[in-house]
């Protein structure tokens, strides 16, 4: 792959530091084998120039304006910023090909070494203006507010120079008061499909942009959804800022747009679920009533997205294609992993009774992948949900479809599990700490369910068919996953579906 815009003159090949960096990277998914590279466009936002205080644009490229980069808080050494649109898939097969995917990778190149930046370094460049030191950009300051100044005076970006020509355009949603560039950032750890960056974390009013790594055509759900709640005056998720869109080339040469960020606000003083969850657990401390309210805050959501949302009722026709969709999931989790082998005729005794119901809870929109790490508490603000865009690397055309809200109930019950097994591995099913965990998994899932019904107006447990369906779904899911990543944990997901079928087996 050749760079035909980066910050230095003449052509620079950055193949080599992306071929090594990113299969290291958790959001890349194009294999960690030989891995082909080609370029599906670049926005210079701010060249590298000789002093600091001197901006100016570059001969056919697009640079932020002086006015966003004012004076008084000017860039303190010389840098340049590229986001770099790339696509990847393992080598040998077409750029076309099916498996080919569009990452979003932003860097900075810089003068001179910055040793706070030395753990996001993909490396060094030798180029004919001298060494140019490369850094993954959401850790690099003057990327953030370069990229937050885009949200905040909705400013365009492009580049003019090289093939393909790409843009991008923040918005700020309307009444938003502008975020402000220039306060400290610092990206969040543990995340696996994309990039949080919080802004301004100690000032009054935080945001958090997201950096989607994986790009696809179309109105991402992290967008739309979040926007759509905050119209419906729902305060259960984070308020919408702003966003940055953009036009790229997919792999085999189409135009595409989409969303390439989401702005919203940092719900500051909180902690994910996982880890509350997990620390009750620890502490050998109730999680019920916090789980009611998480059952509560999960129902108003719901509510207020098919009030703003589409809807479509439930016909035999669309559960007789559930079923033939949970059919297609079965069979290939039962290829994936041979240690489901033993619950293969049970599975489709589960699958087979979706397919006779006659009637099911109207689709609507929904989160798509809601789990604990996906759910915010304070002691302010009690439960916020986030991360609205559904399964990453599932089509945006398919997460944008209405769905069964009894989905994102059956993932909170599979997390509920997770969250109180995962400590007791290796222990059998009669030891007093399984036991313990085995209780304390039960009494959230009940308090749940009672804090849903009690908010929707409807038990999830009326639909227990379906809803022991969708968690057998997730439940082999995580079976295959662990059996690739994780084997050590595979007990928790694989005696899970034991529990599930075990009504069906006797």
Not at 48 to 57: D, G, R, T, Y
Not at 116 to 129: C, F, I, V
Not at 342 to 354: L, N
Request: charged share 20%.
């Amino acid at each position: 792959m050749t760079d035909q815009g980066s910050p230095s003159t003449g052509a620079v090949d950055i193949a080599g530091l992306l071929a090594s960096w990113l299969p290291r990277q958790r959001w890349f998914s194009a294999g960690h084998g030989g891995v082909s590279l080609t370029p599906a466009g670049q926005i210079t936002l701010v060249p590298l120039v000789a002093q600091p205080e001197v901006v100016e644009p570059a001969t056919g490229e697009f640079q932020l304006p002086t006015r966003v980069l004012a004076p008084e808080k000017a860039i303190e050494r010389p840098v340049g910023i590229v986001v770099h649109l790339i696509s990847a898939l393992p080598a040998g097969q077409p750029a076309s090909g099916s498996g080919a995917a569009t990452y979003q990778v932003p860097l900075t190149y810089r003068a001179q070494a910055r040793e706070d930046l030395a753990h996001a370094l993909l490396g060094e460049l030798r180029t004919p203006d001298g060494v140019r030191y490369v850094y993954d950009a959401p850790h690099d300051p003057d990327f953030v507010t370069a990229w937050t100044s885009l949200i905040a005076t909705s400013t365009e970006a492009m580049s003019e120079a090289g093939t393909p020509r790409s843009r991008v355009r923040g918005v700020r949603r309307a009444g938003e008061t502008p975020p402000d560039p220039y306060r400290a950032a610092k990206v969040l750890s543990g995340e696996q499909s994309n990039t949080s960056i919080i802004v301004g974390a100690d000032s009054p009013d935080p945001v958090m942009i997201k950096l989607f790594r994986v790009l696809q055509p179309g109105r991402n759900p992290d967008v739309v959804v979040p926007g759509a709640l905050a119209r419906a005056g729902n305060e259960r998720v984070p308020r919408l800022v702003g966003w940055v869109e953009g036009e790229w080339v997919q792999p085999g040469g189409q135009p595409a747009w989409g969303h390439l960020s989401a702005a919203a606000e940092f719900v500051a003083g909180s902690a994910d679920g996982w880890r509350v969850a997990t620390g009750a657990v620890s502490g050998g401390e109730t999680f019920a009533g916090l789980s009611a309210e998480l059952g509560s805050a999960t129902a108003a959501v719901h509510a207020a997205l098919a009030s703003v949302l589409p809807t479509r009722p439930s016909t035999p026709a669309t559960l007789r294609a559930l079923a033939d969709h949970l059919r297609q999931r079965l069979n290939w989790a039962l290829e994936a992993a041979p240690a489901l082998a033993e619950y293969a005729e049970a599975a489709g005794q589960v699958v087979d009774e979706v397919r006779e119901l006659s009637e099911a809870p109207d689709l609507q929109i929904v989160h798509g992948d809601l789990h604990l790490g996906q759910a915010l508490y304070s002691d302010t603000r009690g439960w916020v949900l986030l991360d609205f865009e559904g399964e990453p690397l599932r089509p945006l055309a398919e997460r944008g479809e209405p769905d069964l809200a009894l989905r994102d109930v059956a993932g909170m019950l599979r997390s509920f599990d997770y969250a109180a097994r995962h400590s007791v591995l290796g222990l059998a099913d009669d030891d007093p700490r399984a036991l313990a965990a085995s209780t304390w998994a039960n009494e959230c899932r009940e308090a749940y369910l009672g804090g849903y019904a009690a908010q929707a107006g409807r038990d999830p447990r009326q639909d227990a068919v379906l809803l022991r369906a969708l968690e057998l779904d997730k439940a082999l899911y995580e079976v295959v996953y662990e059996t690739r990543h994780r084997p050590g944990w595979v007990e928790v997901p694989l005696r899970a579906v034991g529990r599930l079928l075990a009504r069906v087996s006797r």
